[in-house]
Nanobody
């Protein structure tokens, strides 16, 4: 099993910044896992935000949703089994519960999820 615990959410004014963290643990966790961020706003479906994929020798590349490109940066620290999301120039439409997720490289769906952390951006 893999456990994912998010932290770092909170209330911030539009234009502000936050950094989310996700700590991974469990015997099943592998550093080559794809780890990503998703978010869900009230009344909306959960949507993809960013994902980090292992590209060899402690290197990862990141993919982003168009809505966050240029504002959000996802990165990992394998020494801590951690995933981060740095969010700059936040907008009210970024308000959501943010979830950390992980899957193996061969899986097509994420099978490990955190409990979520609330991000609220005031206008």
């Amino acid at each position: 099993q893999v456990q994912l615990v998010e932290s770092g959410g909170g209330l911030v004014q539009a234009g502000g910044s936050l950094r989310l963290s996700c700590a991974a643990s469990g015997r099943a966790f592998v550093s080559t896992y794809v780890m990503g961020w998703f978010r869900q706003s009230p009344g909306k479906e959960r949507e993809f935000v960013a994902a980090t994929t292992w590209s060899g020798v402690d290197s990862y590349y990141a993919d982003y949703a168009d809505s966050v490109k240029g504002r959000f940066t996802a990165f990992r620290d394998n020494t801590k089994n951690a995933l981060y999301l740095r969010m700059n120039n936040l907008k009210p439409e970024d308000t959501a519960v943010y979830y950390c997720a992980a899957r193996s490289t061969v899986a097509t769906t994420y099978h490990y999820w955190g409990q979520g952390t609330q991000v609220t951006v005031s206008s």
